[in-house]
């Protein structure tokens, strides 16, 4: 199953099926937007559906791992164009929150930066992360005005690694568990998972719910 082709995610398979998937709008800060959320969702989904991919690593390309949603509208979005574009986001959302949730393989995190926001609150769906001694992990959603999202309403770094070999570190810890029996993986996440699924499921929509009121 190929690659997908993807703007702001840089996507490379070690050749011992380790996935890494990297937020890659530097400039930008990692900052996420509804193509973003798009492209993010596709990749896992690639990553839980190919046979080459046994465990999946999520990262940032330069000094963020995501600077969070990002608020500035374009200049020339009008009210109706704009609560269309929250309400097309919302459900880019949901699915990636849907996708995060039934992910059938290991999902590690790799946390090079600052997590921010729904960056940040994702996390907790990840069965396992690492964070260098600097990043920052924040969530602004009450001086911003909006609801707990990304599922934070329910459900926080496992270990610190120094910076210097940060990502292949991470790599070399995740191709450590490509050595596992595959199914033995599969049916201890889903053991894990399969008691918060539905609850997870409801929160991530009445999240979006409100969300899309605001």
Same mark, same amino acid.
């Given at each position: 199953?190929?690659?997908?082709?993807?703007?702001?995610?840089? /996507?490379?398979?070690?050749?011992?099926?380790?996935?890494?998937?990297?937020?890659?709008?530097? !400039?930008?800060?990692?900052?996420?937007?509804?193509?973003?959320?798009?492209? @993010?969702?596709?990749?896992?989904? @690639?990553?839980?559906?190919?046979?080459?991919?046994?465990?999946?690593?999520?990262?940032?390309?330069?000094?963020?791992?995501?600077?969070?949603?990002?608020?500035?509208?374009?200049?020339?979005?009008?009210?109706?164009?704009?609560?269309?574009?929250?309400?097309?986001?919302?459900?880019?959302?949901?699915?990636?929150?849907?996708?995060?949730?039934?992910?059938?393989?290991?999902?590690?995190? !790799?946390?090079?930066?600052?997590?921010?926001?729904?960056?940040?609150?994702?996390?907790?769906?990840?069965?396992?992360?690492?964070?260098?001694?600097?990043?920052?992990?924040?969530?602004?959603?009450?001086?911003?005005?909006?609801?707990?999202?990304?599922?934070?309403?329910?459900?926080?770094?496992?270990?610190?690694?120094?910076?210097?070999?940060?990502?292949?570190?991470?790599?070399?810890?995740?191709?450590?568990?490509?050595?596992?029996?595959?199914?033995? /993986?599969?049916?201890?996440?889903?053991?894990?998972?399969?008691?918060?699924?539905?609850?997870?499921?409801?929160?991530?929509?009445?999240?979006?719910?409100?969300?899309?009121?605001?």
């Amino acid at each position: 199953m190929a690659i997908p082709k993807v703007k702001h995610f840089e /996507i490379t398979l070690t050749d011992k099926g380790v996935a890494i998937i990297a937020f890659n709008r530097p !400039a930008r800060k990692n900052a996420l937007n509804g193509e973003v959320y798009k492209e @993010w969702d596709r990749s896992l989904i @690639w990553a839980a559906q190919s046979s080459e991919v046994k465990v999946a690593i999520m990262t940032g390309k330069g000094k963020f791992y995501t600077s969070g949603h990002e608020l500035a509208p374009t200049p020339d979005a009008d009210e109706s164009k704009l609560e269309k574009t929250v309400k097309e986001s919302i459900v880019c959302v949901q699915s990636l929150l849907n996708t995060l949730i039934n992910f059938p393989k290991l999902l590690i995190a !790799a946390v090079n930066g600052p997590a921010i926001g729904f960056g940040m609150t994702t996390l907790a769906l990840c069965d396992v992360v690492y964070a260098v001694p600097d990043a920052i992990f924040f969530t602004p959603f009450m001086q911003f005005g909006f609801c707990a999202e990304g599922c934070s309403s329910y459900l926080f770094p496992n270990r610190i690694i120094q910076p210097d070999n940060f990502i292949d570190d991470v790599v070399a810890i995740a191709t450590k568990t490509t050595n596992f029996p595959p199914t033995a /993986i599969f049916q201890t996440k889903d053991l894990i998972r399969a008691r918060e699924r539905e609850t997870l499921m409801a929160v991530s929509r009445s999240e979006c719910e409100l969300l899309q009121e605001r």
